[in-house]
């Protein structure tokens, strides 16, 4: 090693070289110029900064009063800044800084864009003792903004918070805010990553926003089946419920919406009888499903109107007891004891004219025998059934029952008297 010692040592030749072992004996040193291992490879000067031909040694510049080491660095003790002092990677780009000037962030992580005016990707922030924030990790872009939303300023932070940091247990905290959302944090995954929380549970005060997905990859989605779980159909906006990839189930705003399904595989079934339930048929209508099979459908009025298997297979000698109003269509049974009727007076209907018909019935498809019910509204409304627009639909079967009577009760009393 070449050492300049100072004019106190005038009996030493200027340079000369020390062995290492001799250093110990010499006392203070003072360097007057450079000071330089033999094995610097690179120039005599380091005013302009590092020498990025050097490739070996160390060189202390003193005219510049810059040191370059190329090899590692080992420090036992402490590295204490001073004043304007700081510790840096590059002088700009890609590099990070530690900082004595700065209070609260001392460590800087810059990402290499041109713009430095603002940190380029995140550093660490001081924590303030006694403040209910100690901040871990803050992230700010530099401008303009990189895929951070629309805030002017947005910023991305870490941190851990307690009301009380006597007692109360420090609570993780992820956001990211800015000037045009102040208040509305947010956390946002980026596609192709995932958020995986193995024990607890996530809770979200105000919104998570999610993508659409599909059927066969819902956004949420179970570790152990990955093709079930809940999406957004974007055609409809509706919220698809999809179950091993197909779908089950549509929410929307007037409700939930059930996919047809079948007799054998009603969408609305019980746990202990999945074949029981309803399901729906483009042609037949509603279907009500008992042990995989049709038992009662229910169709428009110009389709299928109501149909009933046990009803068709169920047979008896009994008359019809049942009656169909034709206003509202309700179903009842019909009745008539005494105990059902009021007012009661005997009449006449002798007089009324009955005329048995042969007609062809366009929805039968086929001629039928019978009476026209406008022939015999014609004659006594109470012998008429009517609509909803009040025209008449049918005639009363048991009124025209009444009117045969009356006439076999004339003929009967014409005869006595004959």
């Known amino acids: 090693m070449t050492v300049r010692k100072h004019d106190p040592f005038p009996a030493l030749p200027v340079p000369t070289t020390i062995n290492a072992e001799d250093i110990s004996n010499l006392g203070n040193v003072t360097l007057r110029g450079d000071l330089r291992s033999y094995t610097w490879d690179g120039g005599g000067s380091l005013a302009g900064g590092a020498d990025a031909a050097a490739a070996a040694g160390f060189f202390f510049d003193s005219s510049a009063g810059t040191a370059q080491l190329m090899g590692d660095v080992f420090v036992g003790g402490d590295i204490n800044l001073i004043g304007l002092g700081k510790i840096q ?12 000037t700065v209070a609260d962030d001392p460590l800087q992580f810059f990402t290499g864009d041109a713009d430095e005016e603002h940190h380029g990707s995140i550093w660490v922030t001081s ?31 870490l941190w851990t918070e307690t009301d009380d940091e006597t007692t109360d247990v420090a609570r993780a905290r992820l956001a990211m805010e800015g000037t045009a959302n102040a208040g509305d944090p947010s956390f946002d995954i980026a596609d192709g990553f995932n958020v995986f929380i193995s ?5 979200v005060s105000e919104h998570v926003r999610i993508g659409d997905g599909a059927a066969a990859t819902p956004s949420l989605r179970f570790n152990g089946a990955n ?5 957004r159909i974007a055609s409809t906006a509706d919220m698809g419920i999809t179950v091993n990839g197909t779908l089950a189930a549509r929410l929307r705003s007037a409700g939930l919406l059930m996919v047809d399904g079948s007799a054998a595989a009603p969408p609305y079934s019980f746990s202990g009888r999945t074949d029981w339930g309803l399901a729906a048929d483009g042609t ?3 279907l009500f499903a008992v ?46 004891a005494l105990k059902y009727k ?15 018909t042969r007609h062809w019935r366009p929805d039968d498809e086929k001629f039928r025998y019978g009476l026209v019910a406008d022939w015999l509204a014609d004659q006594d409304p109470l012998l008429g059934e009517y609509g909803e627009d009040g025209q008449v639909e049918s005639y009363d079967v048991r009124a025209v029952l ?3 009577a009356s006439k076999i009760n004339r003929l009967e009393k014409e005869l006595a008297n004959a």
Do not use: C, H, W
Not at 127 to 146: H, L, Q, T
Not at 227 to 231: A, R
């Open 227 to 231: 093709s079930t779980g809940l999406y």
């Open 127 to 157: 924590v303030v003792v006694g403040s209910d924030k100690a901040y871990i990790i803050r992230m700010e872009p530099p401008s303009p903004n990189y895929n951070l939303g629309s805030p002017a300023s947005p910023s991305f932070t």
């Open 291 to 336: 042990a995989g099979a049709t038992q009662v459908s229910v169709g428009t009025a110009a389709g299928n109107g109501v149909r009933s298997i046990a009803v068709r297979d169920t047979t008896t000698g009994s008359a019809a007891s049942v009656f169909i109003n034709a206003t509202s269509g309700l179903f009842a049974r019909s009745t008539s």
């Open 402 to 404: 009444a009117v045969l």
């Open 342 to 356: 009021e007012q009661v007076e005997d009449v006449d209907l002798a007089d009324i004219d009955l005329r048995p």
């Open 284 to 286: 037949a209508g509603l």
């Open 89 to 100: 990677t590059a002088a700009s780009g890609a590099r990070v800084v530690l900082d004595a």
């Open 199 to 203: 024990d607890g549970f996530l809770e």
